[in-house]
């Protein structure tokens, strides 16, 4: 139990394209979705937190307008990166919780690339 | 305010050795303690948590890990360690089943045959 997909796994694109990732949880209702974002030999770090049918709510720093994210329902979160550019190259993973579990589960992660 | 800091941004150890990975944590309230493993480009897979209780809490594939609020550490320990178990491991602290998680810096772990 308690699986999260990702998709895509890898997404390879041009400078100003926008990218759609999509994190899924299979087999329980996720009522809360967390996107992270790790960079290489580093730790990750959290960009954002949506509940399901609320507004996402950004960590500092974090720019909303680029790096949006939807929840439209209790299985399916997606974040959108808006016009990227190649520092936006990075591996994005998502988590999410819910159906009485008090515990993360973790996707496994997508890695975006900016030419 | 929660932080996390592993000692070791790199451990070796021989196949068959201790593995040991170091944890301490700063929190403000009764912290929960989490444990993951992250293989070569995936996501993170929960080890082991604590939450309350047993001080000793045993985890996947052999791990386990003692809470000791006395040191504020949750060091990770496997008595043996296999080729397997070559990946990073996060340890991260929240204040509550429902509250933000913050990941430590990360250890990679080396098996040597």
């Known amino acids: 139990g308690a699986v999260v997909s990702q998709h895509p796994s890898r997404v390879i694109c041009k400078s100003g394209t926008s990218v759609k990732i999509e994190c899924r949880s299979l087999d329980f209702q996720a009522t809360t979705m967390f996107w992270y974002r790790q960079f290489p030999k580093q730790s990750l770090m959290l960009m954002a937190t949506?509940?399901?049918?609320?507004?996402?709510?950004?960590e500092q720093g974090v720019e909303k307008d680029k790096f949006l994210i939807n929840h439209a329902s209790l299985t399916l979160s997606t974040l959108t990166v808006t016009s990227a550019h190649p520092e936006d190259s990075s591996f994005y993973i998502c988590?999410?919780?819910?159906?009485?579990?008090?515990?993360?589960?973790f996707g496994p992660g997508t890695r975006l690339t900016v030419l | 305010a929660q932080s996390v800091t592993q000692l070791g941004s790199h451990v070796s150890v021989s196949e068959g050795a201790l593995v040991l990975l170091r944890c301490n944590y700063s929190?403000?309230?009764?912290?929960?303690l989490f444990w993951y493993v992250q293989y070569p480009n995936q996501g993170l897979q929960l080890l082991l948590k604590?939450?309350?209780?047993?001080?000793l809490v045993k985890g996947i594939n052999g791990f386990e890990a003692e809470f000791k609020k006395s040191e504020t550490s949750f060091h990770l320990t496997k008595p043996s360690a296999h080729m397997s178990d070559a990946a990073e491991y996060f340890c991260?602290?929240?204040?509550?089943?429902?509250?933000?998680?913050?990941f430590g810096t990360g250890t990679k772990l080396q098996v040597i045959p």
């Open positions: 949506s509940n399901e049918g609320s507004k996402a709510t950004y």
């Open positions: 929190s403000s309230v009764p912290p929960y």
């Open positions: 991260a602290v929240s204040s509550g089943g429902y509250q933000k998680v913050t």
């Open positions: 988590s999410a919780r819910g159906g009485g579990f008090d515990t993360q589960y």
């Open positions: 604590y939450t309350t209780g047993a001080t």
